[in-house]
């Protein structure tokens, strides 16, 4: 009896076994892509003008169950970010094991606003109402905004912009029981499909950039799609295309004469978001130099940056000192008066050179048939 219940776990663990490779080999042809979009943002040139926030919402969230959905956000860092503290949710791998993570309520979101403009406009009571969100908000993608860190007069702070990072190895994909996540092998951008999402939301919990939202209405999982309709028509992302910052670079990682190449392959000043994290993110930043700071008496103290070294290596890892002093070997050479190609590409004298292949002129498309 014992040698048969001795068997029977052997075969349960064989079979264990090949069902997990069976499960590890889907996954790979679901990762599986021949090329893959990227993109860099250069933080030392973001405004915080939310100007690609709108263009994304205004192109794909505005439908059902998306009024709370910000697929493209810009935060100031230091912050609590968005959804509310999410780099503490946990998710990603490590050691390349799934870790776990914590689902984003709503509240962490924050509700998509609304005013009492029928009270403004027709309710005939003039100048003793003004324009206010109703009900009173508590949070929202933007609550923190321009606060930042440090003391007077060396406090400081950046705009982060985020999308979806169309991982390399991505959690949420690994995460869904429905194999229903999937890289395309033309581009690697990160699709959920409709149709076979269930709405379990493990994709959420494990997505360690909390860049998947759920559709209450729909019931499904929602994210950025690095607007592919645009790109197969050679156009550039919304958000990328409608920044007047000139500091979101979109190509081709593989291509070696594009700046995303060189800015990350070759220079590597541009590095993801948390590398720890362990998706090897398609989306990387050039970090935030910062302003001097300033010592007791007032005068300009050069001895340590002003945003905290150990902040940035915090967000970007070890890395980005060389990518600091990278950057700042180059602005000496320039200011000595000689030329710098990389910042002559961070500069972008010319908006086509940002966008690789993709610089066609959205006005030119056809419109799409009803
Ligand atoms: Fe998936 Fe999150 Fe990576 Fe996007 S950022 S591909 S949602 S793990
Ligand atoms: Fe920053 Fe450009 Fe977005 Fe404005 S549009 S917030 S400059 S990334």
């Keep these: ?19 997990k490779a069976q499960a590890q080999s889907v996954k790979a042809q679901l990762k599986k892509c021949n090329r893959q979009v990227a993109m860099v943002f250069d933080l030392n040139k973001c405004l915080g003008c939310q100007t690609c926030v709108i263009a994304c919402k205004t192109s794909w969230t505005r439908g059902d169950g998306m009024d709370y959905m910000w697929w493209a956000t810009v935060n100031t860092q230091p912050g609590k970010g968005t959804p509310r503290d999410w780099e503490q949710m946990g998710g990603g791998f490590r050691d390349e094991e799934p870790q776990p993570g ?23 009571k003039g100048s003793e109402v003004h324009l206010k969100p109703s009900p009173e908000p508590e949070w929202g993608p933007n609550w923190d905004e321009d606060q930042g860190g440090g003391e007077y007069p060396n406090s400081f702070y950046f705009y982060l ?5 169309h991982c390399t190895n991505p959690a949420c994909l690994e995460a869904c029981p429905r194999n229903a996540i999937y890289k395309r092998e033309e581009d690697g951008i990160v699709l959920i499909d409709q149709k076979r999402c269930r709405g379990y939301r493990f994709c959420v919990e494990a997505c360690p950039y909390k860049k998947i939202y759920f559709n209450h209405v729909r ?6 799609i690095f607007c592919f309709p645009r790109i197969e028509q050679g156009v550039a992302p919304a958000c ?9 670079f979109v190509g081709f990682l593989d291509d070696e004469s594009g700046p995303i190449h060189k800015l990350v392959k070759q220079w590597k000043v541009a590095l993801p978001l948390h590398p720890e994290s362990g998706t090897q993110p398609n989306v990387f930043y050039v970090p935030p130099i910062g302003p001097p700071r300033f010592d007791e008496h007032g005068n300009i103290d050069t001895s340590k940056p002003r945003i905290p070294l150990a902040y940035l290596k915090y967000l970007f890892g070890p890395d980005v000192e060389q990518a600091l002093a990278t950057l700042e070997a180059e602005m000496a050479k320039t200011k000595a008066g000689g030329r710098s190609e990389m910042l002559d590409t961070l500069i972008v004298y010319e908006w086509k050179s940002l966008f690789g292949p993709f610089t066609r002129d959205p006005a030119t498309l056809e419109p799409r048939k009803a």
Excluded: H
Excluded at 240 to 245: E, I, K, N, S, V
């Design 1 to 19: 009896m014992a040698e048969q219940s001795e068997e029977l776990t052997e075969q349960q663990k064989a079979r264990r076994t090949e069902l």
């Design 102 to 124: 914590r689902m984003p309520l709503r509240a962490d979101f924050g509700e998509a606003w609304d005013f009492n403009y029928d009270e403004v406009f027709y309710g005939g």
């Design 161 to 165: 912009p985020r999308i979806c990072n």
């Design 219 to 224: 019931e499904v999982a929602q994210k950025c």
């Design 240 to 248: 990328a295309r409608q920044c007047p910052g000139r500091l979101r």
